[in-house]
Structures are given as structure tokens and as C-alpha cells.
Nanobody, 119 residues
């Protein structure tokens, strides 16, 4: 059974930085696409970034391009470096994974970690 655990959320001032981590367990053989999503109060969950594979190309939402950086150190560990944070980045951030070579919409979700950007 796939489990995803996020960590690293918290309160940060505008312009600050945070790093989120996601650790996966229960992966079978084959490729897993891993991703980050977020959901702000009263809004739908939205894609932040994803990587098809370890060492593969990173893809970002326009709203975080050039401020956030996604990386996968191995098949089961991923992090999201968030710089120049804005109040509109406030949301619950979720780690997602799908057993696929191309589809990034998650079949598995973590429990989420709160990120609050406020002075």
C-alpha cells in the first residue's frame, strides 16, 4: 500500500523560504510520477509542480515558475523548495504519486502540510 508523508510546512513571512519534503513507501517496481498540489481555503486543489521520473524534467504552474524548485533525490523522496513566498501561496500542500510513465494526476495522496505566508 502506497503511503506518502509530507513535512516542512509552517509560518513564514512574505519573501521568505520554506522547503517541503515527501517520503513515499509501498512503491512497487516501475516508474512513479510524483507531484505537489495545494489547496487554499475556499478554492479547488491545484497543481504546483511535478516530475515524471528521477532526474527528469520539472514542470511548474505559472504562478510558481522561477520561485519554486522541485527535486527527486530517489524514487521515494521528493522535496519542494519554495522561495520568495507570497501571501497567495498560503495553502495546504499535498504530495501526490501515480504509478505511470506519463500521467501526473495522483492516485495516491499524502495528508497535507500547512503553509502560511503572513507578516
Amino acid at each position: 500500500q502506497v503511503q506518502l508523508v509530507e513535512s516542512g510546512g509552517g509560518l513564514v513571512q512574505p519573501g521568505g523560504s520554506l522547503r517541503l519534503s515527501c517520503t513515499a513507501s509501498g512503491f512497487t517496481t516501475g516508474n512513479y510520477v510524483m507531484s505537489w498540489y495545494r489547496q487554499a481555503p475556499g478554492k479547488e486543489r491545484e497543481l504546483v509542480a511535478f516530475m515524471i521520473s528521477v532526474g527528469g524534467k520539472a514542470h511548474y504552474a505559472d504562478s510558481v515558475q522561477d520561485r519554486f524548485h522541485i527535486a527527486r533525490e530517489n524514487r521515494t523522496y521528493m522535496w519542494l523548495q519554495m522561495n520568495h513566498l507570497k501571501p497567495e501561496d498560503t495553502a495546504v500542500y499535498y504530495c501526490g504519486a501515480r504509478h505511470s510513465s506519463f500521467a501526473y494526476d495522483p492516485a495516491h495522496w499524502g495528508q497535507g502540510t500547512q503553509v502560511t505566508v503572513s507578516s
